[in-house]
């Protein structure tokens, strides 16, 4: 039997799209929102889950920060997906014959200079790889939709403009969760990422004591956010990113200061960093 991956979408969204280049031997299974996906996970009907974090354009995808912390899951490795929006069409649909185009509000403002400039009107729907299948279930030939290529694919439709995008460059981050720890013990030469998340005390300057630990052990942050758990007002929830593994002695240190300054400390994901990171920072 196949091994299995859950993603939040329809087929040929872009979380399926990244399913299929991580795990291309894989069956990739469609799911109706993050909480189900992975649940699926959670429940061994998956081994794993493909869940986007931040997009370089759209910023941090909110929802799935509040559903981290109540799930079990752990955090295994990180995908970084260049997202190439395609402008899709019945066949033989020229781009001078489309007068609309429809799509996920995210991909439209996206996208939104080249839409203006050809002179379509703009229409929004709730996800970009449905309307690829509305459109080619129907017969509507002076409308596209703005998709992946693997909506095309899937579904029948034609690539009239590739990179259909305003700006080049836009990423998405995804986290691949498991039911499992993996990678807890270091391996030399691999260069890992430690997420983790806390509270602060109530005393005062906490997040500035909290964070100190690893400025003061030359750690890096790669990223740090911050949110109100929604059931309690009292005190944020922080999740964190750092560059190092929990077996480094420089991040024992950090940690171990941490703890005097934060509680609920859990760390729930230790990767290795994508080689994407190497040309954000070379």
Known sequence: MARRVAYQGTAGAY????CSRVFPDWESVPCEDFQ????????GQVERAMIPLENSTAGRVEEIYRIIPRTHLFAIAEHFEPVNHCLLALPGVKLMDIEEVASHPQALAQCHQRIVNLG???????????????LAAGDNRSRAAIASSLAADL?????????????????????????DHQHEEREPDVVYITSLLFTVRNIPAALYKALGG??????????????????SMEASLFHVDIQGHPQDPAMQLALNELAYFARDIRIFGIYPSHSFRDQLFA
């Open 15 to 18: 979380s399926h799209l990244a």
């Open 36 to 43: 189900s996906t992975l649940e699926l996970v959670t429940s």
């Open 120 to 134: 379509m009107k703009a229409i929004a729907t709730m996800d970009t790889a449905q309307e690829a299948q509305n």
């Open 155 to 179: 579904y029948g439709l034609e690539v009239v403009h590739d990179n259909f995008q305003d700006v080049m460059g836009n990423t998405t981050r995804f986290l691949v969760f498991a039911r």
């Open 214 to 231: 690893f400025a003061t052990n030359g750690l890096n942050l790669l990223r740090l956010e911050s949110y109100v758990d929604g059931s």
